[in-house]
């Protein structure tokens, strides 16, 4: 019987210490990234770091750096260590049919890269008609933008999270204990597993940083509004009620006031989980007129700036 576990975290660099302690309890390790050139010759040591991260474009760059050392101290220790991300395996291979001068009309209609495409597609597409919309437009059809993307990202989690679990099944059917990575938006890959793996598999999950969260709000997540819209929308695709519409407007807030670049302790613990927590905490005492007043505000200004206000208006000293 293989005990598998499924670890809910993010990429910055407050969770590694956390990730490398649970990471040595178990045989495997599955990241959640696509197969990557000379990835296990950097495991091997004959690749340094900064050269096999260098032709990457890196989102979280010194969390990067510091994952890509963890993970060689643990290969040193006889641990397995794979990539495993089908979605995105299949998207590179999308780009790369494009680049050699493919195009849509040419994807074989059964190809398994065709729904990676669409939905890749009409992501993508809603998500460039938000950003059109919030320069300019209204906040309702700026709100409603914010809910067509959140229906189209849900799809992409969903089709990600069954690739995935298809993938991950017969691979961890091979080890006595595996250490599944994922985001926390990928909430359906429990279900998915549990689909696939065979019975005498021992499902469970973990939420890295769910006892940190704990101890600063009491709360195992730090789900912003943007987040709940579209875990709303993973399990209830029709879902248009107002909560939808609250959701979104706070949403346009949150996405304004959270800080964008990695941060890396120093002095404070787990700077990213406070910053969210305090951005939730300001959103959440926002009702949808509030956010109405609120977003041509701040809808052009800085981070900070857009912190300031917000933070202001709720606590009645603007």
Same mark, same amino acid.
């Given at each position: 019987?293989? !005990?598998?576990?499924?670890?809910?975290?993010?990429? #910055?660099?407050?969770?590694?210490? +956390?990730?490398?302690?649970?990471?040595?309890? $178990?045989?495997?390790?599955?990241?959640?990234?696509?197969?990557?050139?000379?990835?296990?010759?950097?495991?091997?040591?004959?690749?340094?770091?900064?050269?096999?991260?260098?032709?990457?474009?890196?989102? $979280?760059? @010194?969390?990067?750096?510091?994952?890509?050392?963890?993970? !060689? #101290?643990?290969?040193?220790?006889?641990?397995? &260590?794979?990539?495993?991300?089908?979605?995105?395996?299949?998207?590179?291979?999308?780009?790369?049919?494009?680049?050699?001068?493919?195009?849509?009309?040419?994807?074989?209609?059964?190809?398994?890269?065709?729904?990676?495409?669409?939905?890749?597609?009409?992501?993508?597409?809603?998500?460039? *008609?938000?950003? #059109?919309?919030?320069?300019?437009?209204?906040?309702?059809?700026?709100?409603?933008?914010?809910?067509?993307?959140?229906?189209?990202?849900? +799809?992409?989690? &969903?089709?990600?999270?069954?690739? %995935?679990?298809?993938?991950?099944?017969?691979?961890?059917?091979?080890?006595?204990?595996?250490?599944?990575?994922?985001?926390?938006? @990928?909430? %359906?890959?429990?279900?998915?597993?549990?689909?696939?793996?065979?019975?005498?598999?021992?499902?469970?999950?973990?939420?890295?940083?769910?006892?940190?969260?704990?101890?600063?709000? !009491? #709360?195992?997540?730090?789900?912003?509004?943007?987040?709940?819209?579209?875990?709303?929308?993973?399990? @209830?695709?029709?879902?248009?009620?107002?909560?939808?519409?609250?959701?979104?407007?706070?949403?346009?807030?949150?996405?304004?006031?959270?800080?964008?670049?990695?941060?890396?302790?120093?002095?404070?613990?787990?700077?990213?989980?406070?910053?969210?927590?305090?951005? &939730?905490?300001?959103?959440?005492?926002?009702?949808?007129?509030?956010?109405?007043?609120? $977003?041509?505000?701040?809808?052009?200004? *800085?981070?900070?700036?857009?912190?300031?206000?917000?933070? !202001?208006?709720?606590?009645?000293?603007?």
């Amino acid at each position: 019987m293989s !005990q598998v576990t499924l670890v809910y975290s993010t990429h #910055r660099p407050e969770t590694l210490s +956390k990730a490398s302690e649970l990471m040595t309890r $178990y045989d495997a390790i599955i990241l959640e990234e696509p197969e990557t050139a000379g990835f296990q010759e950097m495991l091997d040591g004959e690749l340094p770091v900064e050269d096999y991260l260098a032709d990457q474009d890196l989102e $979280y760059p @010194h969390f990067s750096r510091q994952s890509c050392r963890m993970l !060689q #101290r643990l290969y040193r220790k006889g641990k397995t &260590i794979l990539q495993i991300e089908p979605f995105l395996d299949r998207l590179l291979r999308i780009h790369d049919f494009f680049a050699d001068g493919g195009s849509p009309a040419l994807l074989d209609e059964d190809s398994p890269l065709v729904p990676v495409y669409q939905v890749e597609k009409d992501a993508t597409g809603s998500l460039i *008609r938000f950003y #059109r919309t919030a320069v300019s437009g209204s906040f309702e059809n700026t709100v409603e933008s914010v809910k067509a993307f959140s229906r189209d990202d849900a +799809k992409r989690f &969903i089709l990600r999270d069954r690739l %995935r679990a298809e993938a991950l099944a017969p691979v961890a059917e091979k080890y006595p204990s595996v250490y599944i990575e994922a985001g926390v938006m @990928h909430v %359906r890959l429990w279900n998915e597993l549990r689909r696939y793996l065979p019975k005498t598999a021992r499902l469970d999950s973990i939420h890295l940083m769910g006892s940190v969260n704990r101890s600063i709000w !009491q #709360r195992r997540h730090t789900f912003g509004p943007g987040d709940l819209l579209t875990i709303l929308y993973i399990y @209830h695709p029709g879902y248009n009620d107002a909560r939808a519409d609250l959701l979104a407007a706070r949403s346009l807030i949150s996405s304004k006031i959270l800080e964008k670049e990695e941060m890396v302790p120093s002095g404070e613990p787990y700077p990213h989980i406070r910053n969210e927590v305090d951005s &939730i905490r300001l959103v959440s005492r926002l009702g949808l007129a509030d956010c109405r007043r609120l $977003y041509p505000r701040i809808r052009l200004v *800085r981070t900070s700036k857009a912190r300031s206000i917000v933070r !202001q208006y709720v606590t009645g000293t603007d």
